[in-house]
């Protein structure tokens, strides 16, 4: 890759200023919070290497909206898609669901560290446009994350959860630092304004009252106007959003002062065409890059120069076939989400204007898994003063080249390889520099920069592996029968070709450029070959002719119809086939016998023949071929039929051309078998038919004979008897049968009450019956079956005494049917009781309530009840004889003890088992430099009741 050269910053005092008030809120590692990237469906970056390395295990799936977070020293804490979040182990966090953002909405959620805190969290989180109302009933709200908790795996805290601040909102959310370098501005737009809402986060929480600014256009409308992502400048000086459905960018002033958006300068381009979707400022803050997306003309990647006197007119387009969000990340690029790929696309340079900024299309894998729209948005000023580098490949023997990518141009800069092997070689001040190193392993490789005269500095741990071999061989030529495989060797870890394909051979078999990439860990070598296929004819000749001719093909003369071929040489000396398709057409002859009627004629034999015999013509096939037909001519006569017919009356026949209901005499014209025509006469007789209708009631279970059987159901039944003419007679029976009931009912009365049943009140359960005739006069019967609800019955037990830390249950339970009350509020029938105080419970059924109580009392033993453990969170190794020692201090006497210190890179420095004993600050002998180092202290305690193993951690802040 060519880096190319670097502009003069024109923004150098204000980068100077903003430095400095990073770098005093010890802000300057902040970009190790966007370490780690979850997003698509399953897809990931980790971005601690330096380049981008895919992460396998995800466990989010989403269309646009996520969120994640890591710590100072790029360790993931968490992740969400607004709706769920997954802890650095991808398990779902306790409460960790029902968050009211949506994995649809374009930015569903953002994460804010707790000003003050290392451990607590917001999540932000804003509906999808497309619920109802418009904008999303939920809105824009924040929810607490606690990583102390769950084993310092987080969990989410239920009383600060989906806490609301404004609804309804658009699908926008961003975050930036406050001027002071300690709080943090959360901002969103109103749905249905042009307000924007900016929300302080402080130390002591989120400030409810939002800062309100009124600029830009309206949002309402069509849902779509809404969606698109909008950032702010890492300066923090400048606010840019898309408007999906109005198809606009618009651009404003922004302070972290005072949270304000203004319309002073403000620049809205609606040339667009196409739907702006990603939105992205470049690390030094003078460029701007907007993706559109979905339609047509979308999928277009622009950049503009924010420091032209026209903006818009600075806009360039930068590439096509985008389809996605816009994210910068700590090595200072810029990344674009592919929407259904397994690739990711990326700016390498985005402080460069034009071409100069190298866009590279799908050039970053996801290893398998998939970009959606979205990437996790980020507080804008992690990347405000960011130093950066990128490296590859890095392979031994060969020299790697590094490039200085950080967020502002340097002023100096200091390479430090990591590599004493390489002796003075080691070190350089190039900003894109090229190193040989010693051996195959892994090393520290540190850059210092200092920009405006701050220093800044980033370390990523570069692996150098063993350079694969591969030799695809010299370009080559050969002819399309023939096939060539390529081999690209077995001695890398993964191969990948040109097409995507990932095994060590490929089929070359049409004329192009072949390449191929060898990778072994972090070190990758390319191939490639110019094949040139050359082309062997295949000719194919179809042809026929009559029986009896020839043509010569296959290497001799053909009568037959079939397939044949001939081998030739074509002029470049690659075999060729004439295929030659060959079909012989038949002469026929024919022999037809035919039918006419008398009086009629046919022409054969050259004349319009009337009489029997036999005929022959000769004619011409389709094929051209002489053929004989001979006719066997037959003359057939006129007949004449005679046809009685009977019909009912009601019935209809088809005769002389229309359908007959009377008696009489009718002629029909008909064909014979032979198709002449002939008559039929038919005589026609209609008879009568008789019909009668009859009505009858029984009960359910009598019968009536009825349709030849005893009939017990509903309906109407027809017997049909012949008359003398030989058509059917009906008898109609319309039969209704009235039911007879059999009623029980089963019911429930309270102790001491009664019931009317089995001809008297009844107070005891049991089954009554009772008769009754009804309207229609049949029997029917009432069986009542009485059950008796019992008052209920409680008893918790005799007030009582318990050891401290140890528990008692309470049973209210032995009612059926029934409803617990406990003094506080609980519903359960056991209630498990584990300190002093008096408890009651009411218990409920049907027919009335009843009470008890008991109190308790907690007793201590004599002994130690617990063991605990207290360190500070910094120490002052100067020899001044304050705080010269990091000590944990215990609150008992444990009987097994081990201190071990960590240093940012995880490598232990310090171990002790001696209690008494702390560390001083050294390492070898030699004072480590100021900074975070982790701490883990392991003990056994053997007190009265809670004895076992204990682990306690924490980190050390050394100040010099």
């Not at 120069?305 to 700590?330: H, K, Y």
């Not at 009536?704 to 059987?709: H, Q």
């Not at 050891?803 to 509020?825: F, R, S, V």
Request: aromatic content about 12%; charged content about 15%.
């Amino acid at each position: 890759m060519t880096k190319p050269m670097k502009k003069e910053n024109l923004f150098k005092t204000v980068l100077f200023f903003t430095i400095l008030m990073f770098l005093a809120n010890g802000q300057i590692k902040a970009q190790n919070q966007a370490a780690n990237w979850y997003f698509g469906d399953y897809a990931g970056l980790n971005f601690s290497t330096g380049n981008p390395v895919p992460i396998l295990d995800g466990s989010l799936s989403t269309w646009e909206g996520c969120s994640s977070i890591s710590n100072d020293n790029g360790t993931t804490r968490f992740y969400t898609d607004g709706v769920t979040v997954w802890d650095r182990h991808n398990e779902i966090m306790p409460n960790g669901t029902g968050l009211m953002g949506n994995a649809s909405s374009t930015q569903s959620g953002i994460i804010v560290p707790k000003p003050g805190s290392t451990n607590l969290y917001y999540i932000f989180t804003i509906d999808e446009v497309g619920t109802s109302p418009p904008g999303g009933i939920n809105g824009l709200r924040y929810t607490l994350v606690d990583m102390n908790l769950n084993g310092f795996l987080g969990s989410v805290v239920d009383t600060v959860k989906n806490v609301l601040l404004t609804a309804p909102m658009c699908e926008k959310l961003t975050a930036i630092g406050h001027a002071n370098g300690t709080d943090i501005w959360v901002i969103s737009q109103k749905w249905g304004t042009n307000d924007f809402y900016a929300y302080l986060v402080t130390a002591t929480g989120v400030d409810d009252n939002p800062v309100i600014s009124t600029a830009g256009a309206i949002i309402q409308g069509d849902i779509d106007n809404a969606k698109g992502y909008m950032k702010v400048s890492p300066d923090g000086t400048l606010l840019a959003k898309a408007n999906v459905g109005l198809k606009s960018v618009e651009i404003f002033n922004f302070s972290t002062t005072t949270g304000m958006v203004s319309n002073q300068n403000i620049i809205t381009d609606n040339g667009l065409g196409g739907e702006p979707y990603g939105v992205e400022f470049s690390p030094n803050g003078q460029l701007l890059y907007i993706n559109t997306w979905k339609s047509n003309p979308g999928k277009i990647l622009y950049q503009y120069d924010l420091t032209a006197p026209d903006v818009v007119g600075s806009r360039v387009q930068i590439a096509t076939g985008t389809n996605g969000a816009l994210q910068l990340a700590p090595d200072n690029r810029i990344y674009v989400a592919q929407r259904n790929s397994g690739n990711i696309s990326v700016i390498n340079y985005p402080n460069e204007q034009g071409t100069a900024c190298q866009f590279s299309f799908g050039s970053v894998s996801l290893g398998g898994n998939t970009s959606n729209w979205g990437l996790p948005p980020f507080i804008t000023s992690f990347f405000s003063f960011n130093p950066g580098y990128n490296y590859g490949p890095g392979c031994f023997g060969d020299s790697t080249e590094f490039h200085e990518n950080s967020s502002s141009e340097p002023d100096s800069l200091f390479w430090d390889f990591g590599d004493s092997g390489s002796g003075s070689n080691n070190y350089s001040t190039l900003p894109d520099p090229k190193h040989l190193f010693s051996t195959v392993g892994f090393y520290f490789v540190k850059l210092t920069v200092w920009i405006s005269g701050v220093e800044g500095e980033v370390t990523h741990l570069v692996r150098i592996s063993q350079k694969p071999t591969v030799d695809l061989g010299n370009d080559t030529t050969f002819c399309s029968s023939d096939t060539l495989i390529l081999y690209a060797g077995d001695d890398a870890e993964s191969y990948l070709w040109q097409s995507g394909d990932t095994n060590n051979t490929f089929p070359a078999d049409t004329t192009g450029i072949y390449w191929v990439k060898a990778t072994n860990k972090t070190c990758y070598v390319y191939d490639s070959i110019d094949v040139t296929v050359l082309p062997a004819y295949f000719l194919q000749i179809d042809t026929s002719f009559c029986a009896g001719d020839s043509i010569f093909a296959g290497g001799e003369y053909r009568k037959t119809t079939g397939v044949y071929y001939d081998s030739l040489y074509n002029y470049i000396g690659c075999d060729s086939v004439i295929k030659t398709n060959l079909v012989v057409n038949d002469t026929f002859y024919f022999a037809n016998q035919v039918g006419i009627c008398t009086g009629d004629s046919l022409f054969v034999g050259g004349n319009w023949q009337k009489t029997m015999g036999v005929y022959y013509d000769s004619l011409l096939t389709l094929t051209g071929c002489d053929s004989i037909l001979r006719t066997d001519l037959t003359v057939y006569d006129i007949q004449v039929t005679q046809n009685p017919m009977g019909i009912c009356q009601g019935d209809s026949a088809f005769l002389q051309g229309a359908w007959q209901k009377q008696s009489g005499t009718y002629y029909d014209t008909l064909q014979s078998v032979w198709g002449c025509d002939s008559i039929a006469i038919t005589n026609l007789t209609v008879s009568d038919i008789i019909n009668v209708n009859d009505t009858t009631d029984i009960c359910q279970g009598d019968s009536v004979y009825a349709a030849g059987e005893w009939q017990k159901t509903d309906g109407i039944y027809m017997d049909t008897t012949q008359s003398s003419g030989g058509c059917d007679s009906i008898h109609l029976l319309n039969l209704s049968v009235n039911p007879t009931y059999d009623i029980q009912w089963d019911t429930t009365i309270c102790e001491g009450d009664s019931l009317y049943a089995g001809g008297d009140y009844q107070h005891s359960a049991g089954n009554y019956l009772d008769f009754f005739a009804t309207i229609k006069g049949c029997d029917s019967t009432v069986l009542t079956r009485l059950s008796i609800n019992l008052l209920p019955v409680v008893d918790i037990g005799n007030d009582t005494s318990i050891l401290n830390g140890t528990t008692i249950t309470l049973n209210a339970g032995g009612t059926p049917n029934a409803t617990y009350l406990w003094q506080d509020g609980n519903t359960d029938s056991l209630y498990v009781v584990s300190d002093s105080g008096t408890y009651s419970v009411t218990v409920t059924n049907l027919c009335g309530s009843n009470n008890d109580s008991i109190t308790v009392t907690i007793y201590f033993p004599p002994e130690d009840l617990d063991c605990w453990l207290v360190a500070p969170n910094a120490f002052t190794p100067n020899g001044d004889g304050l705080n010269d020692t990091f000590k944990p201090i215990m609150q008992c006497k444990a009987e097994a003890y081990s201190l071990k210190i960590f240093d940012r890179w995880g490598k232990m420095i310090f171990e002790t088992t001696d209690s008494s004993k702390g560390w001083d600050g050294k390492v070898n002998g030699v004072f480590v430099e100021h900074g975070t180092y982790a701490w883990y202290v392991y003990y056994q305690y053997t007190g009265v009741l809670h004895p076992g193993n204990r682990t306690v951690r924490g980190v050390v802040n050394l100040i010099r």
